[in-house]
């Protein structure tokens, strides 16, 4: 009910929207570039008429541009029958129909153009034929003029029906939310990487410093234990119980946990 | 030989640090753990049987029992002694990638933080967005 007074009140607000275009927007589309093609072929008859001393491809290049600028005229005329009816203070009630106008000049002129094309009379005169001047309304012309009209109002009556920059809005920010999401995420990974390679050096000196120390106090023992081993081999070599006795100290004497004195 | 390599690693990682900022993070090498040269225990004792066969028995009694002490110290001390050398090697091999890989992380936090407020930037503005399509402003 609230959705059915915001159209009613002209407001582009409309929940529906955030699912897609509706259905008509692709079909608008499609026929304004069918609309287009034809007006193409149209214009290019006009221009050649019209620029007779141009080429081939400057004539393409106008008969574009001049299609472009009707089509947009109509369409900004459409855009802005709606903002006026979003009441959106800025469209004036005169504005929209200053497109209407200029298009329909731009139309025209065209169809002047067309219908003042010079016929051949079929008479000749001094070795050349006869044009005969005038305007000469004829099927094709009249054919252009309903194709223009056609044209301008699919431009005007679909844009009119389809714009709405609230909906342009969220989408352009939802997908730059998207993208703005994927380079967070990509840019915690690398940051969580980083971080992580970081500490992993750290660690990597804080165990080299461990491990400094433990290989000290091995090797430490590992010169009391040669210490040790030297007696033995004096023992061995001395083969005397006397020497050895005194070498070694009883070790059974001594208290738990302390290591023997050696002498 | 060696040193000339690692000096050439080392600068390699620098400029790559430089050149491909983003991609260095993840292929930085893994740091070296500390591993100091090993004693050789067996020649250390056949070192000491050697002398102590040239000494036992008639240069030694009940007294000269600590005879190789001494000598056995000053070896202790000397293998103390690489191995603290070993210690400051490795602690400088791994310095300039250790850097380096602060230096990444650094750079990392901070376009995160970039990124983050972006996000909530655009958070914001695709839910003034949203509102603006869901409820009329007139």
Known sequence: MKEQLNRQNGSYADPTLIAGRPFAALVYLVALVLAAIADVSTFRQVLELAMPRSDARTVTMVVYGFVGIAILLMHFAGMLMRERQARRGWVSRIRPWLYVVAWFGLGATAFYVRISEKVKSGVVVNGREQQSGGLHITSASLMFVALYLGTGLVALVGAYMTHNPERGAFVRTKWALILANRRLASSVLRREIAEGTRSLYELNQQSATAVLGLEQARRNAFGEALKQHARLVIAQRGKDPALTDALFPDERKLPPGTGPALP | ?138
């Open chain 2, 1 to 138: 030989m060696g040193r000339l390599f690692e000096t050439f690693r080392l600068r390699m990682w620098v400029f790559l640090a430089r050149l491909l900022p983003g991609s260095l993070v993840y292929w930085l090498p893994q740091p070296r753990p500390f591993e100091p040269r090993a004693i050789d225990q067996a020649a250390a004792r056949r070192e000491i049987e050697a002398i102590v066969g040239v000494l036992a028995p008639d240069a030694t009694d009940e007294a000269t029992g600590h005879v190789m002490d001494r000598l056995i110290d000053v070896w202790t001390e000397a293998w103390v002694a690489e191995l603290a050398v070993d210690f400051q090697r490795h602690g400088l091999r791994n310095a300039r990638t250790a850097m380096i890989a602060a230096a990444l992380a650094a750079r990392e936090a901070v376009l995160n933080t970039d990124a983050r407020r972006r996000h909530d930037e655009l958070t914001m503005a695709h839910q003034a967005a949203l509102n603006a399509l869901i409820s009329p402003n007139d």
